[in-house]
């Protein structure tokens, strides 16, 4: 169900836990298992109750809980721009307007070739590089004036 | 500009690719407060009393002592005790702990182990916010360094002292910064706080004693044990010891992080940031964090940058953000943006929250948007009453606070904008 190289950081996560309580792992191993399969289907979520010996129940609630877990399909890109206070007097929407602008959609929309995903994020932890953004899950970009937006989405659809 | 004593960023180099390496940080001074306490035999209750001396209260915002807190774990206790790194930082304004962690590692590591020690703890975690993927590996490898050079793992530097250390990553969830919601979250579970008591020092992380202590906190405790907590008190102020971290954020011209002692004046601070963008003038600041009451810009030119000094000013130190707003910021406008914050992150266990955050953010929210009437001012007030004090946890109070320092503060705005149904500025 997942590949052996998820696998194996999967084991390497569960192994920070106390044997009995192999559950701790379970957001990083949906983290892992979403950065494999870009979003987390039932099976997928079922795959990581089995592994991690929970009833699956419990992985759907946090995999619903914690905002960065995708539950459908989606971009091959995730952007993700922080428009909270203090991303917002620093230019945190004119880059969510530009992206807005740039790739035709709005908020939690994909756009028809399925290349990017437009999400609006809380805070990042980050405020000092306004404007942020997040490119699935991982990348953080700071400083995202206009010009480097456009130098990010031309260096993501090539 | 003044010079101060640093603590935590003394001969940091973010510039530097190898600043953050072990070997960088043991040229300056780093582990020694670990290996004096080893070669010297020091006891834990002396560890804890210099931390006491100290005046070091908890940098992630509740600014609870220290000391005090690290003395509530039980000594004679059979079986396993946790210590728990708060660096899950989501705070709107607050990026301090991301920077120690990615320019500083080894300080935070060696500040665990200290505590560690002190509260004879042998397993740790450190709990790193979903968003900041390059700061967890950068820890990642910090710990791998630490491993290998026999500072954490067992019997350390030849001691009888063993410690591992863990790192976990969240996935986006603003309320596990509250320290039990964070060990639901690292037990696997969704992160709701838990009922208090009993208080994590006696069921904490697997129903183990556990003490929870931010980021800046434990970093600030290899100074300490070097210099003496009599030292770290003398730095700052009475009840207000030492440096700390302050996030500057919003309209100025150098955002980051800055070290200063506590009760330096804010205007010191403002200046380090290199003064106002564009040379306007300064509206509001919210000092510690967007939870908490903001002041006006003429009070918080007058106020120092301590704890007892910004209580003093009406709003609280917090986590050390400080959101500086100029004389162009909406004020309806910023609070209708921070109600939406804390409407989307409330965790939905207690009604008043999860209800309440929503009512605050829909009639905020209208208000902005020119349909406000003028009861609107009340009901808010109103409805922030109905929140503050009456959840399991203080995000409810986090939610309900901004509210009313922004309609206390800035009311003739809030008016202009249900009178008018557009903005004054």
Redesign the interface.
Known sequence: MLSSESIKRIDREIAKYPGDQKRSAVMSTLAIAQEEKGWLATETMDFVAEYLDMPPIAVYEVATFYNMYDLEPLGKYKLTVCTNLPCALSGGNNAADHLKQKLGIGFNQTTPDGMFTLKEGECMGSCGDAPVLLVNNRRMCSFMSNDEIDQLLQELNK | MTEFTLTMTNGVNASDPENWRLKSYERREGYAALKKIISDRISPEEIIEEVKKSALRGRGGAGFPTGLKWSFMPKQYEG?KYLVCNSD???????K??DIMRYNPHILIEGMLIAAYAMGVKTG?NYI??????TYLRMEEAIDEARAAGYLGDRILGSDFSFQL?????????ICGEETALLE???????QPRFKPPFPANYGL?GKPTTINNTETFASVPWIIRNGGEKYLDLGKPNNGGTKLF?????VNK???YEIPMGTPFSVLLEMAGGMRGGKKLKGCIPGG?SMPVLPGDVMMETDMDYDSIAKAGSMLGSG?V???DET?CMVK?LD??SY?YF??S?GQCTPCREGTGWLYRIVNRIENGKGCMEDLDLLDNIADNIQGRTICALGDAAAMPVRAMVEHFRDEFIYHIEHKKCMV
């Open positions: 396993e930082e989501g705070e709107p304004g607050t990026f702990d991301r975690y916010h979903g968003e900041i993927w390059d863990y790192n976990h990553h969240g996935y986006g969830a603003y979250s690292i037990e696997g579970k969704k992160g697997y996030s500057v954020s919003g309209h955002p980051g992080n967007s953000a959101i500086i707003m910021t910023a943006r921070l914050f989307e992150e965790c």
